[in-house]
């Protein structure tokens, strides 16, 4: 079993910034490969972001691309997601996902994994 729980988020007005963080415990294996996803009411759940395991690769939605920036800590296994220039379609509920079976990046996109209980991000105009 692996616990995430994420951090950060809340409201920002167009054009400004917030960071997100997720840790992840659990399982022997100490880093893998974790990710975000967001859900905006009425929506699909989406792939926004996703990084390696040893921060070495990352991946990212194309509309978050320029604007959103995912880092790790592999002291902590930690995860955070910078993020810069928000419009209010960022508005979502944003999930963490991290997958103790994979080192890479991609794999994430798939939605495997262990998911934290999400965190609210609204962007007003």
């Known amino acids: 079993q692996v616990e995430v729980v994420e951090s950060g988020g809340g409201l920002a007005q167009a054009g400004g910034s917030l960071r997100l963080s997720c840790a992840a415990s659990g399982r022997t294996r100490i880093t893998y490969a974790m990710g975000w996803f967001r859900q905006a009411p009425g929506k699909e759940r989406e792939f926004v972001a996703a990084?390696?395991?040893?921060?070495?690769?990352?991946r990212y939605a194309e509309s978050v691309k320029g604007r959103f920036t995912i880092s790790r800590d592999n002291a902590k296994n930690t995860v955070h997601l910078q993020m810069s220039s928000l419009e209010p379609e960022d508005t979502a509920v944003y999930y963490c996902n991290a997958n103790p079976d994979t080192d890479a990046a991609w794999m994430i996109e798939r939605a495997a994994g262990y998911w934290g209980q999400g965190t609210q991000v609204t962007v007003s105009s």
């Open positions: 990084v390696s395991s040893d921060g070495g690769s990352t």
